[in-house]
T-cell receptor, first 116, second 114 residues
């Protein structure tokens, strides 16, 4: 069964360091999403890609966060420098094509980030 | 701005009981609504998706309903089992985002006691 892959599963870093997360969506899915989930809350969108283009990054803290999907397949989310408040679960999701069909989103296992 | 609310925040039931989880949203211009399950420290597993034109979806012991006009959805779990213990999240995608990003509720943490 096709799945969304993410790595690493866990990351511990000190504040002011740089961290990067990787996501490989389900094959053939054009739309890729990065969400952040703070403990006890629902996920919130950070950035949405359609192929290699950013569709929505309105909630991405652009002074420290960056995201890319250079070839329209896998994606990297980077934080530099990390702050204590960045500790959260970072979830990647993909769907066939936003606005087409039912647009069901499928999520990866997430990366748990702890900033010390 | 769309707001999604889930009540109750936590629920504890004995094994075998039928139960209902509630989800409400403030803007009825939704593209679809998804219910997810999340185990502690894990990602989200999609349970059911209801398109805006549909009233309900069923999968095994799960049944989800949607009433757009009242801004409500319910997830019905029949004959609950300890393995159903998890956090259940509902989320909506909006028409103006072309069914893009999901807006989530805060979840209902379910505990099913043997």
């Amino acid at each position: 069964e096709a799945e969304v892959a993410q790595s690493p599963r866990y990351k511990i870093t000190e504040k002011s360091q740089a961290v990067a997360f990787w996501c490989d969506p389900i094959s053939g899915h054009a739309t890729l999403y990065w969400y952040r989930q703070i403990l006890g809350q629902g996920p919130e969108l950070l950035v949405q890609f359609q192929d290699e283009s950013v569709v929505d990054d309105s909630q991405l803290p652009k002074d420290r966060f960056s995201a890319e999907r250079l070839k329209g397949v896998d994606s990297t989310l980077k934080i530099q420098p990390a702050e204590l408040g960045d500790s959260a679960m970072y979830l990647c999701a993909s769907s066939f094509l936003a606005g087409q069909g039912n647009n069901e989103q499928f999520f990866g296992p997430g990366t748990r980030l702890t900033v010390l | 701005k769309q707001e999604v609310t889930q009540i109750p925040a936590a629920l504890s039931v004995p094994e075998g009981e039928n139960l209902v989880l509630n989800c409400s949203f403030t803007d009825s211009a939704i593209y679809n609504l998804q219910w997810f399950r999340q185990d502690p420290g894990k990602g989200l597993t999609s349970l059911l998706l209801i398109q805006s034109s549909q009233r309900e979806q069923t999968s095994g012991r799960l049944n989800a309903s949607l009433d757009k006009s009242s801004g409500r959805s319910t997830l019905y779990i029949a004959a609950s089992q300890p393995g159903d213990s998890a956090t259940y999240l509902c989320a909506v995608a909006m028409i103006y985002n072309q069914g893009g990003k999901l807006i989530f509720g805060q979840g209902t943490e379910l505990s099913v006691k043997p």
